[in-house]
Each structure stands twice: as C-alpha cells, then as structure tokens.
C-alpha cells in the first residue's frame, strides 16, 4: 500500500461541472452555421493550410468532456487534509487561466498556493526555474519534516 503524503500541481487546469457552452466561442457567423447546415470550417491558427470541420457533435463531446473529466480526487482531496497540495500557476498563463489556481485554493483542504507575477503557461521557459524548484523543495521539506 503506497500512500501518497504530497503533489505538486504545474499550471494545471482546474475544470469544474458547468453548463458550458462550447459555440460562445465562436462568433455570430459560425453559431448560424452550426444550427442551419450542422457544422462549420474553421482555418487552422497554425498558419498553415488546414481547414477544420467542427460538427455539432463534436461540440457536444468537448461539453461532455468539460463535465466528465473533472478530477475525481478533488472530491477525496477536498475532505482529506493528510496530502499536501502546492500548486504553482503563473499569472500570465494564456492556456490555463490563474483562477483555476486560485480555485484549487479555495476548494483542496491542504493546499498551497504559489503565482508567479510574470510567468506564463510554460513559466517563460527556464526563467523561473530557480523560483519553482525553490517552492518545490520548499513544500517538499515541509511536508516530509513534519513527519
């Protein structure tokens, strides 16, 4: 039996049950399509020549997706304080929004929080990496000192 006393958390993505509706993404053009014709194109963002054909179905599989993929140990962690959590999240992110981290704050029982200012997704590369490892080792020495 392995029992796990901490987790780091990097920049992780904190997804919640919620009527979520994946056309708000889109704009007016693309919401009409999808409801006369039963999809729409959109052009790759990778600037290359690809056309994507979005359906109504996959639109209703990335809103099962949002719904079913929420962390079923949140529950378990949300009750039991015994594993420490440290989330380190920048707060610049452009893929995962800092208030994902601050709702696992709210949420996770024992739980640490730390934002880098000026950081984004991938923590600017390496220039925060003596940040990060500082916390890790950090959280880390707490958790296994203190046993």
């Given at each position: ?102 709702r696992f704050d709210e ?15 991938n923590f600017n590369g ?14 880390y020495n707490s958790v296994?000192?203190?046993?």
């Amino acid at each position: 039996d392995i029992t796990c006393k901490c987790f780091v958390n990097l920049a992780g993505r904190y997804r919640v049950p919620m009527i979520h509706d994946p056309l708000s993404k889109f704009g007016e053009e693309q919401r009409a399509e999808i409801l006369e014709k039963g999809f729409f194109e959109l052009k790759s963002p990778w600037d290359d020549e690809r056309i994507f054909k979005v359906t109504k179905e996959d639109l209703d599989a990335y809103k099962f997706e949002r719904v079913a993929d929420t962390p079923r140990v949140l529950v378990h962690l949300r009750k039991d304080s015994s594993v420490r959590i440290l989330t380190i999240h920048g707060r610049e992110d452009e893929v995962v929004p800092v208030q994902d981290a601050f709702r696992f704050d709210e949420e996770i029982a024992n739980h640490s929080l730390h934002v880098i200012n000026k950081a984004n997704h991938n923590f600017n590369g390496i220039k925060y990496l003596d940040e990060m490892v500082l916390e890790i080792v950090t959280f880390y020495n707490s958790v296994y000192n203190n046993t």
